[in-house]
């Protein structure tokens, strides 16, 4: 099974900031990456596929990057709304993998 | 708008089985792949099914080959998953996610939860 590795899994950032988590693959994903947003008592909310793709609706300030093996969301301009738990995953070969997850708080 | 309903969830005892539903809406369902996806209470997401739309194709963890069944049936926009010789490491929040292209879950419904403890 493909390892999917997260950084930080906790983060603590004021509002406005930039915020950057990182998604590291244990072999070549091949951009098959996504990230998903999950709010407290929410269920996860897909914000980015194909490492760099936004889904539609998802606000601006989201972006992701990467490839190979190395991948981050940034958070450009950090809102009261976008605390929550972020995951990464990789679709590129079964069984589909989650990172452990990185949750954000505001300082 | 796109809706995903799961019902059929509960408590029950090691060795049980129990039988998930998620109904869709809002879109047309037997186009679409669909999974099961799993969260332990404060852990984070297992992907455990996927069913192709027209169900040609079943992928599974293999935590749950074996024991877990996916099904769907497109006439009743109604996806399944059949859970056998349940665990207590089975206790999770079970999400059913629509696949808007192989691998990926645009949609999600707002989870079920599954509690296994004698």
């Known amino acids: 099974d493909i390892r999917m590795t997260q950084s930080p899994a906790s983060l603590s950032a004021s509002l406005g900031e930039t915020v950057n988590i990182e998604c590291l693959a244990s072999?070549?994903?091949?951009?098959?990456l996504a990230w998903y947003q999950q709010k407290p008592g929410k269920s996860p909310q897909l914000l980015i596929y194909?490492?760099?793709s936004l889904q539609n609706g998802v606000p601006s300030r989201f972006s992701g990057s990467g490839s190979g093996t190395q991948y981050s969301l940034k958070i450009n301009s950090l809102q009261s709304e976008d605390v929550a738990t972020y995951f990464c995953?990789?679709?590129?070969?079964?069984?589909?993998?989650f990172g452990a997850g990185t949750k954000l708080e505001l300082k | 708008e796109v809706q995903l309903v799961e019902s059929g969830g509960g408590l029950v005892q090691p060795g049980s089985s129990l039988k998930l539903s998620c109904v869709a809406s809002?879109?047309?369902?037997?186009?679409?792949?669909m999974n099961w996806i799993r969260q332990a209470p404060k852990k984070g997401l297992e992907w455990i099914a996927l069913?192709?739309?027209?169900?040609?194709?079943?992928y599974y963890a293999d935590s749950v080959k074996g024991r877990f069944t996916i099904s769907r049936d497109n006439s009743k926009n109604t996806l399944y998953l059949e859970m056998n010789s349940l665990r207590s490491e089975d206790t999770a929040m079970y999400y059913c996610?629509?696949?808007?292209?192989?691998?990926?879950?645009?949609?999600w419904g707002q989870g079920v939860m599954v509690t296994v403890s004698s």
């Open positions: 069913i192709y739309y027209d169900s040609s194709n079943k």
């Open positions: 194909n490492a760099n």
């Open positions: 996610a629509k696949s808007g292209a192989i691998g990926l879950f645009d949609y």
């Open positions: 995953q990789q679709y590129n070969n079964y069984p589909y993998t």
């Open positions: 072999e070549d994903i091949y951009s098959d």
């Open positions: 809002g879109f047309t369902f037997s186009n679409y792949g």
